[in-house]
């Protein structure tokens, strides 16, 4: 009789324990990547629980800053810390190799489609989610469905003409 008390608070402690140290990996507000943290420098709520994070990570000895966009129903993470290539907006604005971008979406098809553009330069497209189909750019690495995304993006916005960045 004993032994199957102990045997239940024990088991009680290490499903808390299991239960407390999984909600603290998943609701922290920075992440790890390899040896440095990653910190948001900008959240987009798009409503029904989906949202779209811009990362950077933190590297005292690196000339460049590096970003990051991440893709998230709920609490559930559906494309990791994908790579954003900046080249082609440090290439025509240095002043931002520095300095701080200023991201927002464009968006369309009632948010369904997303694509992440620094403020200064919006028709550059740096990444892409199209949350009816799952396809995410450049995560996916494909630029034939991303250029179709962009078709569709333009689509919904009338007059505006989009490039996927280099």
Known sequence: MQRKKFFLRTLIKTITLVSVVFLTITTVDYYFSG????????????GQKRSVFVLTEIIPTAPVQSYYYRVRIASQIIVQNSHINYGSIWIKRPDLIHGRPTFTLVTANKNDL???????EPRIVLALHDFTSGESWPRSGNSQKAKLLLKKLAEFNPGSE????E
């Open 35 to 46: 040896n440095y943290e990653m910190y948001p420098v900008a959240v987009f709520d798009l």
């Open 114 to 120: 997303v694509a992440l553009v620094e403020k200064s």
């Open 162 to 165: 989009y490039v996927l960045a």
